[in-house]
DNA sequence: CTGAAAGCGCTTACAG
DNA sequence: CTGAAAGCGCTTACAG
């Protein structure tokens, strides 16, 4: 009995060449298309390899290479669906380029992100999509694109959704339902979503004349959590004036939004139209059904990754390009719409 | 100029050993816990490989190593929210133990799980977490847990949630609520999942004495599509004596047949109960709330990866472990259970 | 068209 | 405690 068969070695190319009896060098050249070899040679090699299952070792070849076929994805985390929708478009455009994708969750705190990179510089990836929680950071070694939450200024390129725009649609609709005291639910300024939101609000307001007190600017927790748009909810309820329709700039918000209201006794949209910026899965058999903001997560993502793979190719020559995808009103009933 | 500092070529332990004035293999030493190290050359080594932001090269110790630190997770489609969780979960326990997550998708097609796995191999992966879309096909050459889609008998190890367990217990509610012709809208019985639960229901059934006519189950499509279960809901509700009660197996399959309730006027719960498997995010908030089931795909994520670390480390030695994680039941409001 | 040789960046017996 | 050497599995100038 060999060793052999206690631990099954998988073969190399050094067998393959063997059983061909060619040198190593050659039965490489065979296997790729290489025009520098003949026929009957590369037949031969190529029997030997599938004969014996015969996979290229990755890792050996990407060490020759001095890069290894990965791009990193970096997200606050994977189990939310704006992440997931857009690491599997990420995904597509990688795959169908070759490359894996490599993706490491960062719970939007600094240090785990610090290592998540430094994990990904060691493994030698390619490139890495970055929604960063470190906007001041320098940028990590390996080209770079920032999505969603940005860096100013920095990376190879920069696509996030059109903030601003959505803001201005959805604001833009309840101004249009007559509303002029129009309260804003949203995430903290300290990434771009919440920054840009916040102040595609203010502009749309000011804008439009409507009343811009500053109560009526409400900010949730740092986790945009159901339970503090909730408590914003009630605070503004609670105002001497309240507003009469909520802009919530996020999914989680308009849901703890609309529970406080239910919890209060107000109904929505006939006491308080609310709109949001997020459309969650199913947005549309809630009770209202949601008017909020369609877009293509899963586009982002294929985009995204575009923009790496051309900077890969020494593309992008022009300057970093900053792209914002642009997102379309979907009228349901939460507004005050009338059902379809 | 030298051509350095145009290609910003990365430190390797040779520049570190060179600064530090020791061969490459005292500096490889010097840098992990090797008790066979003086202080001082520890010391100096450290301070060189600082110095040089010198970070070691994965793809070069995977090579030597002969294997990646790797784990591949292979799931039909990581923008649905079970596998992002589970994903999630997952990649918990396996980066806390020094791997990194490859995560690729088959959108349940044989032909690219077939390439995602031999892409797994050829990157000489540690190991596996699948969920299968071909459970005949032979294992792949690297240890491999299965999940939620299972290759009965095959692999180191198997989880999957209590699908009987959870029809049991979706089944019971309904009956208890007095209904005696229950109908099933479920996904095709080729996988796990499909199989298992319509099995769960007809054991159900039969332990309950239901009225057990074929007619009343239903099969959507393989994607498991809200239109499909829309499609077969109305199906049922055409029939002469149509089902007073409906489970649906998915929360798709769910919200598609409450979508042709509505079409059909018929109300939910008070013209038909209506009980789902899985909860959609934000189940809670629907119209009507959805009694479901409650599980932790996050904790069959964090298990699976458990099973599959104890079986690279030698463990599992009695046998392939088959886990089923336990559901329990949710009352909410479509049921026919009161408002809390 | 084919082969011998070097080298990618590490680690680990083997000496000393 | 430290170093010289070999080797993980490939690929690619360089010869012929």
Redesign the interface.
């Known amino acids: 009995m060999s060793d052999e068969a206690l631990l099954?070695r998988?073969p190399t190319l050094v067998d393959v060449a063997r059983l061909a009896q060619v040198a190593p060098s050659t039965a490489s050249r065979a296997l790729k298309e290489s025009p520098r070899i003949s026929e009957e040679t590369r037949l031969r090699v190529r029997a030997a390899a599938r004969g014996l299952g015969y996979?290229?070792?990755?890792?050996?070849q990407?060490?020759r290479a001095m890069a290894?076929p990965f791009v990193g994805i970096v997200v606050p985390?994977?189990?939310i669906?704006f992440y997931?929708?857009f690491?599997?478009g990420a995904?597509e455009v990688l795959?169908a380029a070759g490359y894996?994708?490599?993706?490491?969750?960062t719970e939007r705190e600094a240090g785990h992100e610090e290592v998540a990179l430094?994990?990904l510089?060691?493994?030698?990836v390619r490139g890495i999509l970055l929604a960063t929680s470190r906007p001041d950071a320098p940028e990590p070694?390996i080209p770079t694109v920032y999505f969603d939450s940005l860096a100013p200024g920095r990376g190879a390129a920069r696509v996030a959704l059109a903030n601003a725009q959505g803001m201005d649609l959805l604001v833009g609709h309840l101004a249009a339902h007559g509303h002029e005291r129009i309260g804003y639910i949203g995430g903290p300024p300290t990434f771009t979503s919440g920054a840009e939101r916040l102040a595609g609000f203010r502009l749309a307001a000011e804008r439009l004349g409507l009343d811009a007190r500053a109560a009526y600017v409400e900010i949730a927790d740092s986790t945009w959590s159901a339970d503090s748009a909730g408590a914003a909810m009630t605070r503004l309820l609670a105002l001497a004036e309240p507003p009469t329709a909520v802009v919530a700039s996020g999914d989680t918000l308009a849901?703890g939004a609309?529970?406080a209201c239910r919890a209060a006794g107000r109904r929505v949209p006939d006491d308080l139209a609310l709109v949001t910026f997020d459309d969650?899965?199913?947005g549309a058999?809630?009770?209202p059904p949601l008017t909020a903001l369609r877009r293509s997560d899963?586009e982002l993502g294929r985009r995204a990754a575009g923009l790496l793979l051309a900077s890969l190719a020494g593309g992008n020559g022009d300057g970093p390009a900053e792209l914002r995808l642009p997102v379309e009103l979907v009228v349901r009933r939460s507004c005050g719409c009338p059902a379809a």
Chains 1, 2 share one sequence.
């Open positions: 099954p998988r996979q290229p070792n990755r890792v050996a990407s060490l290894a985390d994977i189990a669906t997931s929708r690491v599997k995904q795959e894996q994708a490599l993706v490491l969750n430094r994990t510089e060691g493994h030698r070694h849901l609309i529970g969650p899965l199913f058999l809630f009770d899963h």
